[in-house]
Nanobody, 115 residues
Framework: QVQLVESGGGLVQPGGSLRLSCVASGSISSSYAMGWYRQAPGKQRELVGVISGGGSASYAESVKGRFTISRDNAKKTVYLQMNSMKPEDTAVYYC?????????WGQGTQVTVSS
């Protein structure tokens, strides 16, 4: 059984920064791709970015140059550093782990960007 627990969400002003963390527990290896998704009210869940087991990351166009994903395999933790935040970044952010037909989700953490 794999569990993902996100933390670090909160309220931030436009232009500010937040760092989200996702800690994995259970039978999960460094081979899993780890991703961050988000879902704003009334919208579909969308991919923010993903990092492979080898550390290669890719991002949605809307966050490129502002958000950075990293991982610490020894700690089974993935991070999402969010800079230059905008009101449209407001959403519930979810951590995802995927390998072949296995996929797991965290419970989500709320991020609100507002003055």
């Amino acid at each position: 059984q794999v569990q993902l627990v996100e933390s670090g969400g909160g309220l931030v002003q436009p232009g500010g920064s937040l760092r989200l963390s996702c800690v994995a527990s259970g039978s999960i290896s460094s081979s899993y791709a780890m991703g961050w998704y988000r879902q704003a009210p009334g919208k579909q869940r969308e991919l923010v970015g993903v990092i492979s087991g080898g550390g290669s990351a890719s991002y949605a166009e809307s966050v490129k140059g502002r958000f950075t994903i990293s991982r610490d395999n020894a700690k089974k933790t993935v991070y999402l550093q969010m800079n230059s935040m905008k009101p449209e970044d407001t959403a519930v952010y979810y951590c995802n782990a995927a390998l072949m037909w296995y996929e797991y989700w965290g419970q989500g953490t709320q991020v609100t960007v507002s003055s």
